[in-house]
């Protein structure tokens, strides 16, 4: 089951960040901070993926205007399931739930960045539209 995040989720998401983290280590305070904050964004969504009671993955995107799209885009910023449920659908059940609420606001694409989940991404529909760069501040 894929629900929308409340409060009582930041712990579980925690784990699961730090699991997901490769660039970055996670900060506990900053991380309460960040979550507190974007569970209250309009434009932020964040899901989390259930099993038996259990928060097994979770997705954090967002919402913006842009001009090149004629209008809003979803960018879905994070996505993480665990290992043992990797490979059985909820990845693709965090992402289509994602598309949904795209939808509902009216966005124009769903974009995302990725270094090792390209053939994820093809396998449900997404096509490879740029390079990602980043700079560290």
Known sequence: MVRK????DLENIYN??????TSFEPEKE????????????????ILVAEHDMQIIGYSLGFI?????????VAWLEEIMVKEDFRRKGIGFELVRTFEEYSKEKK??????ATRRAS???NSIGYEESATYFRKIL
């Open 16 to 21: 699961l960040v730090k699991a997901f983290a």
């Open 107 to 112: 966005c124009k694409l769903v974009a995302l």
């Open 64 to 72: 913006h205007d842009t001009f090149y799209a004629n209008g809003k």
């Open 119 to 121: 053939a994820f991404y």
């Open 5 to 8: 995040a409340n409060k009582n």
């Open 30 to 45: 900053c991380f309460i901070s960040s979550f507190e904050h974007i569970l209250h964004d309009k434009y932020a969504n």
